[in-house]
C-alpha cells in the first residue's frame, strides 16, 4: 500500500501544532480562558495526528506505531472526557475505554511474543521489548479504568489528576516522537541532543509536578473544566 506525501508532510505539521499547544496548556494558569483555548487546540490536533499516524502505520506496515497511534488516542480522549464530567459522574464512555485499553494490552502482549518467542517481524525493526514496555503502560491504565468503574465515581482531585495524566502522558509520547523520532526533518542547528531530550525531559518533569501538586491539594468537590 502507498503512503500519501501529503499526509506524511500534514502529520509532521500537525505534531508542530500539537506540542506547542500542549505546551501551552500546560505552562497557562489551569482553569483560565487561555488554558482552555489551549486545551481545544490540544485535544484536537492529537487526535488528528493520531488519526494520520495510524495511516502511515497501515501503509508502512509497522504494526508498533499502530497500536502507540490508538494508545495516544485512548489517552487524549479519556483525559478529556475526565475534565467534561462532573464530580462523580461516569458513564458508559469510561466502560468502553476500559475493554478497548484492556484488548490492546493483551494485543501488544502477543506481538511482544511474536517477537521474542517466534522471532516473527512485525515491521519496522522494532524490538519485543517495546511491545512489552507499551503493553505495561496499557495495563497500568486499565487498572486505573478497573478502579474508577469499580467505585462507580470520578470525585475532585482524582478526576483532575486523570484529566491531567492522560493528557500529559499523551503530550508525552508526541512529543517524543517529535523530538526523538523525526529528529532529521529538524533543521541541522536543532539536531544536538541537548535540544532534543530537553522538551521530552520538560514535559515529564512539569506533567509530575501538577501530577504530586494536584494528589496533595485537599479533596474537594469541582465542577467540570
Not at 39 to 61: D, E, I, K
Not at 122 to 143: I, K, M, N, Q
Request: one cysteine or more; glycine letters at 8%.
Amino acid at each position: 500500500m502507498n503512503e500519501i506525501p501529503l499526509i506524511a508532510s500534514l502529520h509532521l505539521f500537525v505534531g508542530a501544532i500539537t506540542v506547542s499547544a500542549g505546551a501551552g496548556a500546560l505552562i497557562l494558569r489551569k482553569g483560565s480562558r487561555w488554558h482552555r483555548a489551549s486545551g481545544h487546540v490540544f485535544f484536537a490536533s492529537m487526535l488528528m495526528l493520531c488519526a494520520s499516524g495510524v495511516y502511515m502505520s497501515v501503509t508502512r506496515s509497522i504494526i508498533f506505531t499502530f497500536f502507540l497511534a490508538i494508545f495516544s488516542a485512548y489517552l487524549v480522549l479519556t483525559g478529556w472526557v475526565s475534565a467534561r464530567r462532573n464530580d462523580g459522574e461516569i458513564g458508559l464512555f469510561e466502560k468502553i475505554a476500559f475493554f478497548f485499553v484492556l484488548l490492546n494490552t493483551i494485543a501488544l502482549f502477543l506481538f511482544g511474543i511474536l517477537e521474542s518467542v517466534f522471532g516473527i517481524s512485525t515491521g519496522g525493526d522494532v524490538p519485543a521489548g517495546a511491545y512489552f514496555f507499551l503493553a505495561g503502560l496499557a495495563a497500568v491504565f486499565s487498572a486505573l479504568d478497573y478502579s474508577v468503574i469499580k467505585r462507580g465515581e470520578l470525585i475532585g482531585k482524582y478526576r483532575i489528576a486523570r484529566h491531567l495524566w492522560r493528557m500529559c502522558f499523551s503530550m508525552l509520547i508526541a512529543s517524543t516522537i517529535f523530538f526523538l523520532g523525526n529528529s532529521q526533518v529538524l533543521p541541522e542547528v536543532f539536531q544536538h541532543p541537548y535540544f532534543l531530550n530537553t522538551p521530552v525531559l520538560a514535559i515529564f518533569i512539569v506533567m509530575m509536578f501538577w501530577l504530586i501538586r494536584t494528589l496533595l491539594t485537599p479533596s474537594r468537590k469541582q465542577s467540570k473544566l
